[in-house]
C-alpha cells in the first residue's frame, strides 16, 4: 500500500504563494499519473491539477498554479501563486490507478491533506 505524505500548507495573504509536497513510498512511482485535488468546508473534493506525460489544470487555477514531479525523489509538487481567499481548502494529494485525472473515482491512494488558508 503507498503511503502519500503532504507538506507545505499554511496561511498566507490573498496574492502570495505556497508549494505543496507530496512524498510517495514505493519504487513504481515514475509510472503513476499523480495529483492534486482539496475540498472546502461544506463542499465536495474538487480536482486542481495533475501530472501525467502532460500536465491538467482545474479552469480556476489555471495560470495561477504549476503542477511538477521529481521521480527521483518519489514527490510530486503543486507551486500555487496569486492566492485568493477561495483557494482555501485542505489539499489531497493523489495517486491515479485509471485514466481520467479529472475524476476522483480515478485515484486510488490518497494522502492525508494539508490545510491551505487564504486571507484576504
Known amino acids: 500500500q503507498v503511503q502519500l505524505v503532504e507538506s507545505g500548507g499554511g496561511l498566507v495573504q490573498a496574492g502570495g504563494s505556497l508549494r505543496l509536497s507530496c512524498a510517495a513510498s514505493g519504487r513504481t512511482f515514475s509510472t503513476y499519473a499523480m495529483g492534486w485535488f482539496r475540498q472546502a468546508p461544506g463542499k465536495e473534493r474538487e480536482f486542481v491539477a495533475a501530472i501525467t506525460r502532460s500536465t491538467y489544470y482545474a479552469d480556476s487555477v489555471k495560470g495561477r498554479f504549476a503542477i511538477s514531479r521529481d521521480n527521483t525523489k518519489n514527490t510530486v509538487y503543486l507551486q500555487m501563486n496569486s492566492l485568493k481567499p477561495e483557494d482555501t481548502a485542505v489539499y489531497y494529494c493523489?495517486?491515479?490507478?485509471?485514466?481520467?485525472?479529472?475524476?476522483?473515482?480515478?485515484?486510488?491512494?490518497w494522502g492525508q491533506g494539508t490545510q491551505v488558508t487564504v486571507s484576504s
Open positions: 493523489a495517486r491515479y490507478n485509471s485514466g481520467n485525472v479529472y475524476a476522483t473515482g480515478s485515484v486510488g491512494s
